[in-house]
């Protein structure tokens, strides 16, 4: 079974805070895609990450992929209220004839002042 | 460059009631996907065209569910009879080509209540 789970799925933190989100998948797969959705909104791409060791940042977010332990890590240095989002990672599986993106139930943050 | 649009944005049908959703992707991109997200979840893959031809389309519940893509670009997603737990965003998303794993592209979806 494709599976794909985050941890925490409910977040809530201060300002100035670190924090990390974890996802776990249950597939073969060699990449890895994060995405933000804010309240009522879509979803927009923030990281892919092609390979086991890639790590990629942006500003505070900084995400991480270990293919050995299926294992994706995004994590927040330093939180801003901005960053109050949920966050979705997603895997693709390597599944003969199929391109699909299998999405965790996403990681709920919220940053009070 | 336009993002992938959809519309309407929202729509509240009674049950049994039919409903149609538009997408248009981004232009050049021949890969369409529409996703079904439930409240707290992640999406969830319906089908998946590459131009015209529907793919992958073993998520999509065929007894009321039904997809077109004419002429490879815009995209129809329809339910009919409509049912309360329908009540859903249905998002759609493209991507430039076949390529596992390429970065896809949502739309904002169009939030469904069926009452």
């Known amino acids: 079974e494709l599976k794909v789970e985050q941890n925490p799925l409910f977040l809530s933190m201060q300002e100035g805070k670190n924090y990390t989100i974890y996802c776990n998948y249950s597939?073969?797969?060699?990449?890895l895609y994060w995405y933000r959705q804010d309240p009522g909104k879509s979803l927009e791409s923030l990281f892919v990450l092609l390979s086991n060791g890639a790590v990629k940042q942006e500003g505070r977010l900084m995400a991480s992929l270990d293919t050995k332990a299926r294992l994706s890590t995004l994590h927040i240095t330093a939180a801003v209220h901005d960053l109050s989002a949920t966050y979705f990672c997603a895997d693709p599986p390597i599944i003969q004839g199929a391109q699909k993106l299998v999405f965790g139930q996403g990681t709920r943050l919220t940053i009070n002042p | 460059e336009a993002g992938v649009v959809q519309s309407p944005r929202y729509k509240i049908i009674e049950k049994k009631q039919p409903v149609a959703f538009w997408c248009n992707p981004i232009?050049?991109?021949?890969?369409l996907y529409w996703y079904l997200q439930n409240l707290g979840q992640g999406p969830e893959l319906l089908i998946r065209y590459e131009n015209e031809e529907a793919v992958d389309d073993s998520q999509l519940p065929k007894d009321r569910f039904s997809a077109e893509r004419l002429k490879g670009v815009d995209s129809t997603l329809k339910i009919q009879p409509a049912e309360l737990g329908d009540s859903a965003v249905y998002l759609c998303?493209?991507?430039?080509?076949?390529?596992?794993?390429?970065?896809?592209?949502f739309g904002p979806g169009t939030r469904l209540l069926v009452l």
């Open positions: 998303a493209s991507s430039p080509g076949s390529i596992r794993g390429e970065t896809q592209y």
């Open positions: 597939t073969t797969s060699d990449r």
């Open positions: 232009s050049g991109h021949n890969t």
